[in-house]
């Protein structure tokens, strides 16, 4: 099970929000994450995909217990910056004795002064401020040291100007700390292999996880009957149909 290999603090973690079983996406990227391959996790919403990526990070980050520098970046389009989600990574981080931290345009200069003197080792970022991160001396430095670049949302970057930004910044990233392990989540992908080969760049093999997991529904359509009060009609100027709604 993908969960047991996971440290007692990320267990812990996870129980406590009540997760005991891995979704099947989860069973299938989590030991390919933590075998160190370039992945693509494509998924529902709701599956789970962002525990299926950070987790075998976190696991790692635990085991080498190396705090220096940024070692995972977490790009994500910046309406994707959803409270839920970043409140999932900063806990779980938490458990795990890691830091983590946001940078985006909103960012105030006192946190971004902090994250230049200490940076978290898990920092959430937009693919625009990315760029702005390779501008500082200092923060270049400690961009040497990321090891993995997660990509939420990544159908959303692959096919526009956004994307492009993207594309060139990792290839930059890559010159100034080395090839670093690539993961894209989505949860809709009308092309994969297009997807594919803009997160492996060039000469980088990527390994698809794919899961189309289906719910069932039931939907019960209720239509109130018609009201025939003639008073009401007439005083409201409408019809028996909509006065049921209305009553």
């Known amino acids: ?26 069973a299938d990227a989590i030991p390919k994450i933590a075998a160190g391959l370039n992945v693509l996790l494509v998924a529902p919403t709701g599956i789970g995909k962002t525990e299926a990526a950070v987790l075998p990070v976190l696991n790692s980050l635990i085991r080498e217990k190396d705090g220096k520098g940024f070692r995972c970046l977490y ?27 946001v940078r ?73 700390a080395g090839e670093f392990q690539r993961i894209g989540l989505s949860a809709t992908v009308g092309d ?6 803009y997160l492996s760049g060039i000469g980088r093999k990527v390994t698809v996880c794919r899961h189309d997991t289906h719910r069932d529904y039931d939907i019960t359509v209720e239509c109130p009957a018609p009201e025939t009060d003639s008073v009401l009609l007439d005083k409201l100027q409408t019809d028996p149909e909509m006065l049921g709604v209305m009553v």
Do not use: C
């Open 104 to 176: 985006h345009g909103d960012t105030s200069q006192s946190e971004r002064n902090a994250q230049s003197r200490k940076p978290p080792q898990i920092l959430i970022t937009t693919p625009e401020t990315l760029q702005v991160l390779f501008t500082g001396k200092v923060l270049r430095q400690h961009l040497k040291n990321v090891k993995w670049v997660i990509i939420d949302e990544i159908h959303e970057l692959a096919d526009n100007e956004r994307g492009a930004q993207l594309s060139v910044a990792l290839e930059r990233l890559a010159l100034i």
């Open 1 to 26: 099970m993908p969960f047991d290999t996971l440290s007692p603090e990320l267990r812990e973690a996870l129980r406590a929000r009540g997760i005991t079983e891995p979704t099947e996406p989860q």
């Open 192 to 197: 994969v292999d297009e997807v594919k080969n």
């Open 75 to 101: 790009i994500t389009p910046l309406r994707a910056l959803n409270r839920d989600m970043l409140k999932r990574i900063e806990e779980y981080s938490a458990a795990a004795g890691i830091s983590a931290g």
